[in-house]
């Protein structure tokens, strides 16, 4: 489980470019529950993802996740358990290194000598068994430098290597908003596929209303760093991307988007 108690975020605190973005911000996420969050521009659902994952810092309050208090842990620590997935493909792998190196150095996640210690013919083969589950036909580019991929293939990888070795975790930060149509379908159905599969806690950003309805069990609609709807996977369905819409123009008229 995770959860945000009473968080204060204000940017540029006492200076012309104040910013108050939470104010007693309390959000809870059960164990399991695949989330979608939607909002304007400006809502504040990069933010919310920055504090989860510990890019930003709060002013106030505490973040929890399956009962330990991580509020004041480093980024890097918190990427220990956090898996992390972003817009842009190049983010999430290093494009310089091999599928081969990149996965061998997710697999040790955490560890020293990360690279060494993953390629063995062992490993290797078991590298090309989740590759091959992606049906892109990577397991047959282990020895390809990732930055020669298309921007699907590396974020269906980037998706692999986040939740290789167990998560408590899983935040996807528009990760299919850099996709053509038919790409961010498939890295949307592998994601759904990987996060029913490991049962995994997930938030995932997104601008596409119908993903946001389709997949996840629960929406929440952000503006103005508040929750202004929060579905269930029933509600979700019978509110329908319409009124969805209806009420995202309406806030985003309100605040002139
Ligand atoms: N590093 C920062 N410094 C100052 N203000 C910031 C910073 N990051 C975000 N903000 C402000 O906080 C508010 C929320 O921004 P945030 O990026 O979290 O919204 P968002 O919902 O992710 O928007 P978008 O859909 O455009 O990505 C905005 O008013 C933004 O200008």
Redesign the pocket.
Known sequence: MLTLNNIHKT??KGTI?E?V?FTDFNLTIAEGQFISVV??????????LNIICGS?GIDSGSILLRDKDITHLKEHKRAEFIGRVFQDPSKGTCPNMTILENMSLADNKGKSFGLTRGVNKKRIDYYRTLLEQLKLGLEDKLNVEVGALSGGQRQALALLTSTMTPIDLLILDEHTAALDPKTSENIMELTDQIVKSKGITTLMVT?NLKFAVEYGNRILM?HDGNIVIDATDAEKKEIGINNLLSVFNEISIECGN
């Open positions: 940017y540029n470019n910013t973005l909002g304007s521009n400006g809502s504040g659902k990069s933010s919310l930003i601008h952000m």
